[in-house]
């Protein structure tokens, strides 16, 4: 029966935590085996598992917004280097602080030897090498026209990055949601709903570097792509966004 572990980010009001699931595909369920509480679990973003007793995860920023707004928007526009990279055993449950980056967001491995982290307050994918000790050496940086947020690698290795090319009016969009979602017509209608988000997603390989797949306003606030080679279908997810946008190869 095929299976696999699911890892989650949750929010607590008691506290941040990544809950461990044990995934079947078979049956379309997943069962929760443990809860991971750790003191450098305190803003998680993203995780990736490198191993079937090792991750790696995002904290985005040092100061968590709930605790102190102002410091973690003095921390993202700043672009002070808050945000880590975390090692974690499962086994021993031991972490470590193996990188450091401005509004740490995305992460995924690219490779056998290779991490990329994104960094969204200071726009680019940091790529590492991994040590046998689990540490991390920078290899690059790879600078965007976008606010990065997640990263995903498809089959054939090629990094796709999905973000926001305009951060004044993510940020309004993101403020404005509960007014724009209202059952009012007339806060529906307001002049801030009228305000629209673009999205922006790429592809990166070493080989053929950078490639703009979309940037417009047809589908907004871009967070996530995948891409399904087989099939020749990518999807991109949006943060305020209805729906997903999917495209053809």
């Known amino acids: 029966m095929p299976t696999s572990t699911l890892y989650v980010v949750n929010h607590a009001s008691t506290g941040s935590t990544i809950e461990i699931f044990h995934l079947s595909v078979s049956s379309?369920?997943?069962?929760?085996?443990?809860?991971?509480?750790?003191?450098?679990?305190?803003t998680p973003n993203s995780i990736t598992a490198?191993?079937?007793t090792e991750i790696y995860f995002t904290n985005d920023h040092y100061f968590p917004a709930r605790e102190n707004t102002l410091l973690a928007k003095a921390e993202t526009y700043l672009a002070v280097p808050g945000g880590s990279v975390?090692?974690?055993?499962?086994?021993?449950?031991?972490?470590?602080i193996v990188a450091h980056i401005p509004f740490a967001n995305g992460i995924a491995v690219l490779n056998e030897t290779t991490?990329?982290?994104?960094?969204?307050?200071?726009?680019?994918?940091?790529?590492?090498?991994?040590?046998?000790?689990?540490?991390l050496v920078l290899q690059k940086v790879i600078?965007?026209?976008?606010?990065?947020?997640n990263l995903s690698v498809d089959a054939n290795g090629k990094l796709l990055i999905a973000g926001h090319p305009h951060a004044p009016s993510l940020v309004t969009v993101s403020?404005?949601?509960?007014?724009?979602?209202?059952d009012k017509p007339e806060?529906?209608?307001?002049?801030?709903?009228?305000v629209r988000a673009p999205s922006w997603v790429g592809e990166w390989t070493e080989e053929a570097g950078l490639r703009e797949l979309y940037q417009g306003l047809d589908f907004e606030t871009s967070c996530t792509a995948i891409r399904d080679t087989k099939k020749g279908l990518g999807i991109v997810t949006g943060l305020y966004e209805r729906g997903i946008m999917v495209w053809k190869e």
Do not use: F, W
Not at 175 to 181: E, F, K, Q, V, W
């Open 50 to 52: 490198i191993t079937d």
């Open 115 to 135: 991490l990329a982290v994104s960094s969204t307050s200071k726009p680019g994918v940091y790529l590492y090498t991994m040590t046998k000790q689990s540490d």
């Open 86 to 96: 975390v090692h974690v055993n499962l086994i021993t449950d031991s972490a470590k």
């Open 175 to 182: 403020g404005s949601r509960a007014l724009c979602n209202s």
């Open 28 to 42: 379309l369920t997943a069962t929760h085996i443990r809860t991971l509480k750790h003191p450098l679990v305190h």
């Open 187 to 194: 806060e529906r209608e307001s002049e801030v709903c009228k």
């Open 143 to 149: 600078r965007v026209p976008s606010l990065i947020d």
